[in-house]
């Protein structure tokens, strides 16, 4: 290539130097022609031959640039310069990918190393909550400072009007798009602080008109279009749910094993879905219309997986008022089915009319009819309901109607629903104890609660860490001392390989009779299941019961096979009055179901 000087002077430049040229010297005097003012070097003589040779001061040659090469001819350079060269359309290609993923899946650690390469700092497989664990981690940091500058760079390029086809605008506006959630972030984590879980309205939000200005400036380019442009009021609402969505889902579902995160990672989708891309072009307006339905054990969660979900849905900004439409702290209702006579459910649920029944005094809205548009209803226990309530239930799912007993008034229902059960559905739809076309009307989006035993499976270590989280919680400074007083009890009375059948309540518990009264007294039937003969194999495999208590089970377990003391007796070689004195007759009903 030769360039031609101002002064008719001619320089050959080589391909590889103009790729130097591309990346380094126009940027840097693009930025000098912005404040010549500032620039003291007075006009140099012509280019000297030595400009090929690459050990040249950057500086210099920008300099010159700047002084001798006509601004038509210097605009030309620039124009036929692409944005990006192909090592930063790979980077935001990997920040992109990163941006969109699930944070709580490998893959983010993935993408971080993508990122930074040799400046990955190796960390845990899983992004979780520990006692030692930054929020702020130093991969996170280090990519920070890699994207800011790049930010500024490039948005340098476009005003001076580098080329770029659509694929490379996308990836700058995610890069501007992250560079963005990067900054305020921890603006919206005070915004949601503030909140502290109580219904106090929508505060104005101080930083929305900052955060205007930034994005017009960074994302509003004079005679250029972006593509897949979005309202600014809509991705500041967007990040607010970001942040809301990562802290509740962060702080409620903690350990660092597979099914931990596997589960942290269910209720991000269940918000965001797979695609967030899509979610933020339109199926953040629609996904109030979908049910969650959590199933798991007892004592796994439930509901603090349906208040992550139901705490991190979308709310719009009024950039009129400068807050928030609705205000999310208040937005979340239990009701648990199974604590509750049926008309007290359906008074709850639907409300009633003066009348209605014995002790309806005055009306009163049900959470149906209270539930604001963004809210969720939360339904625990929706295996115990009632089969005349169940009908009703599946025509506010239907129809999104409902009428308070007593009247024939319908009324709307415009809040999200979501339902918990720790019964096996697909056994009690079999059993007819549970209707099929409630279930599926549920069914549209399934989060399923790992038990503690499958989390210890998969990480032991995991029991030391839960017990410390609890201690902290329950303990305060003298955590230290009792986590160690509980992990030394357990390893000597349990053993690490116990089951615990009540899951993390269970352990919860387990520490405060240890911290009380220095000891745990394990139930005996330690798995919660419709099953007996799994019970029975589940206690035998931890070692829970005594000689006597193993005896009379095993004895009515063979029992209930023969059909008679003799044969029983014959197939366990001992006296027929043995096995009908060990009889467990309790045992025995639940074993042949009568």
């Known amino acids: 290539m030769v360039v031609e000087l101002s002064n008719n002077a001619s320089v050959a430049v080589s391909a590889s130097d103009r790729v130097g040229w591309d990346a380094k010297l126009v940027p840097i005097a693009a930025q000098l022609r912005k404040v010549p003012h500032q620039w003291p070097l007075a006009r140099p003589e012509p280019l000297p031959t030595q400009l090929a040779d690459r050990r040249m001061d950057i500086l210099c040659v920008a300099a010159y640039i700047w002084c001798a090469i006509p601004p038509a001819t210097f605009r030309s350079w620039v124009r036929a310069m692409q944005l990006l060269n192909s090592s930063e359309r790979q980077f935001l290609a990997a920040v992109s990918d990163l941006g969109h993923c699930n944070p709580f899946l490998p893959e983010r650690i993935e993408f971080e190393r993508q990122t930074l390469g040799e400046d990955y700092e190796p960390t845990e497989r899983v992004w979780s909550l520990r006692g030692d664990f930054d929020i702020d981690r130093e991969n996170v940091r280090r990519l920070a400072s890699r994207v800011e500058p790049l930010v500024g760079e490039l948005h340098g390029r476009l005003l001076e009007g580098a080329t770029a086809d659509e694929p490379d605008l996308v990836l700058y506006k995610d890069l501007v798009l992250y560079s963005l959630y990067e900054r305020y972030r921890g603006l919206f ?53 970001l942040r809301r969505a990562f802290g509740h889902i962060f702080q409620y579902i903690v350990g660092g094993s597979m099914p931990a995160a596997r589960l942290r990672a269910a209720i991000w989708q269940s918000v965001f879905t797979h695609d967030m891309r899509r979610y933020r072009r339109s199926l953040y307006k629609r996904m109030g219309d979908v049910t969650t339905l959590v199933t798991g054990p007892s004592g796994t ?31 979340f209702h239990p009701l648990n089915l199974s604590a509750l006579s049926p008309t007290l459910i359906e008074s709850e649920l639907f409300g009633h009319c003066r009348g209605a029944f014995t002790g309806a005094v005055s009306d009163r809205a049900g959470w149906l009819e209270v539930c604001e548009p963004l809210g969720t209803v939360f339904l625990d226990e929706i295996g115990e309901l009632d089969a005349g309530i169940a009908v009703k239930l ?22 999200k629903i979501i339902a918990a059960t720790n019964r096996d559905l697909a056994e009690e739809m079999r059993a007819g104890r549970f209707r099929r076309d409630l279930y599926y009307r549920l069914c549209s989006d399934i989060i399923t609660t790992p038990s503690l035993r499958e989390q210890l499976a998969d990480s032991p270590e995991e029991l030391k860490y839960l017990i410390h989280f609890v201690c902290e919680r329950i303990a305060g400074e003298e955590a230290e001392s009792l986590a160690s007083e509980v992990e030394g009890w357990i390893e000597e009375h349990l053993g ?99």
């Open 394 to 415: 599946l025509r506010v799912l239907q129809t999104r109607t409902f009428q308070r007993l007593g009247e024939t008034e319908d009324r709307q229902f415009a809040g």
């Open 496 to 594: 690490l390989d116990y089951d615990w059948p009540g899951n993390f309540r269970e352990l919860e518990q387990c520490i405060r009779n240890v911290m009380i009264r220095g000891r745990y007294d394990a139930p005996q039937m330690i798995v919660e299941t419709d099953d007996p003969r799994a019970a029975i194999v589940s206690a035998v495999q931890t070692g829970r019961f005594t000689v006597d208590e193993l005896l009379a089970r095993y004895c009515t377990l063979v029992y209930a096979q023969t059909g008679s003391y003799e044969q029983a007796a014959q197939r366990l070689k001992i006296d027929r009055r043995t096995v009908k004195a060990r009889l467990d007759r309790e045992l025995l009903a639940r074993l042949t179901g009568e």
């Open 301 to 331: 969660g439930k509901e603090l997986v349906a208040r992550a979900v139901a705490l991190s849905r979308y709310i719009p900004f009024d950039p009129q008022t400068e807050k928030f439409t609705a205000d999310f702290a208040g937005s």
């Open 189 to 241: 984590h005070e915004t949601i602080q503030a909140a502290g879980g109580t219904k106090q309205g929508s505060p104005r939000v101080p930083y929305w008109k900052e955060f205007l200005a930034e994005y017009n400036r960074l994302l509003v380019i004079p005679g250029r279009s972006l593509p897949t442009s979005y309202d600014p009021a809509h991705i500041f609402a967007c990040f607010f749910q």
